[in-house]
T-cell receptor
Framework: DAGVTQSPTHLIKTRGQQVTLRCSPKSGHDTVSWYQQALGQGPQFIFQ???????QRGNFPDRFSGHQFPNYSSELNVNALLLGDSALYLC??????????????FGQGTRLTVV | AQSVTQLDSQVPVFEEAPVELRCNYSSSVSVYLFWYVQYPNQGLQLLLKYLSGSTLVKGINGFEAEFNKSQTSFHLRKPSVHISDTAEYFCAVSPTSGTYKYIFGTGTRLKVLA
């Protein structure tokens, strides 16, 4: 089992550019959540996708958007990048039963640097 | 709303000594509790979790934690640490109703000294 895989592992972008990060969930999982971890901080919840729809959203601006595909993989898009968007972006996957999710498994993250 | 406070940003400890990493939380609803470890340049690995039942929870790598509802705490302990335990440790909570959205603390850096 490959677990949760994220790509790319590292990325450098210029202010104002757009970026797309990708996540493949653990086998059998159907829910993907994204977190932003700034340097020296704990992860902050961005949003969660299930059945190709955004189900929950944290306190992040509309510049942050996402998508989930029929195979449950997901993308995180960030537009008009700011220096403050530099962070480790973590993807977590889980399986929804009823209204509850199983425990989430985290990927290794994508390190985004905005210059 | 929920919040998690990790009182110690850094904890230095000598190898083979015991360690306790403190975590307090605030929530108006029932929550599940978790401890994750993060090694440099890596993602999060689950150490242990409290969902229900016994308040003393044992996890991987010899770690354990005790849920104290009255003090809203979930402190992490290990009786004897190793150099390899040097890492960042995060406490997190998630509401028992609804989906698994995690609220993390700011982390405690454990540095094990030889």
């Amino acid at each position: 089992d490959a677990g949760v895989t994220q790509s790319p592992t590292h990325l450098i972008k210029t202010r104002g550019q757009q970026v797309t990060l990708r996540c493949s969930p653990k086998s059998g999982h159907d829910t993907v959540s994204w977190y932003q971890q700034a340097l020296g901080q704990g992860p902050q919840f961005i949003f969660q996708y299930y059945e190709e729809e955004e189900r929950q959203r944290g306190n992040f601006p509309d510049r942050f958007s996402g998508h989930q595909f029929p195979n449950y993989s997901s993308e995180l898009n960030v537009n008009a990048l700011l220096l403050g968007d530099s962070a480790l972006y973590l993807c977590a996957s889980s399986y929804r039963t009823g209204n509850m999710n199983t425990e989430a498994f985290f990927g290794q993250g994508t390190r985004l640097t905005v210059v | 709303a929920q919040s998690v406070t990790q009182l110690d940003s850094q904890v230095p400890v000598f190898e083979e000594a015991p360690v306790e990493l403190r975590c307090n939380y605030s929530s108006s609803v029932s929550v599940y509790l978790f401890w994750y470890v993060q090694y440099p340049n890596q993602g999060l690995q689950l150490l242990l979790k409290y969902l229900s039942g016994s308040t003393l929870v044992k996890g991987i790598n010899g770690f354990e934690a005790e849920f104290n509802k009255s003090q809203t705490s979930f402190h992490l302990r290990k009786p004897s640490v190793h150099i390899s335990d040097t890492a960042e440790y995060f406490c997190a909570v998630s509401p028992t109703s609804g989906t698994y959205k995690y609220i993390f603390g700011t982390g405690t850096r454990l540095k094990v000294l030889a």
